[in-house]
């Protein structure tokens, strides 16, 4: 029980949004006025921790030119 495909299904699916979002951060980022070394702290940030990242990064960081 809970090895089934409909039983990891939801972690999975926890995990592909997740990815998209840490994804999005990354490139808001990359595309900030920011300084270099900033924008090096928070990418490393949101790749070694990516929810705790993306949640500081949402309430923090720099985003990305419009």
């Known amino acids: 029980m809970g090895n089934g495909f409909l039983?990891?299904?939801?972690?999975?699916?926890?995990?592909?949004?997740?990815?998209?979002?840490d994804i999005w951060a990354i490139i808001?980022?990359?595309n900030s006025g920011a300084s270099t070394g900033g924008k090096v702290l928070w990418v490393l940030l949101?790749?070694?921790l990516p929810l705790l990242g993306f949640i500081l990064w949402l309430?923090?960081?720099?985003?990305?030119?419009?």
């Open 59 to 66: 309430l923090f960081g720099p985003r990305g030119r419009v």
């Open 28 to 30: 808001s980022v990359v």
């Open 7 to 21: 039983g990891g299904a939801p972690m999975g699916i926890g995990g592909l949004i997740l990815l998209a979002l």
């Open 46 to 48: 949101i790749l070694f």
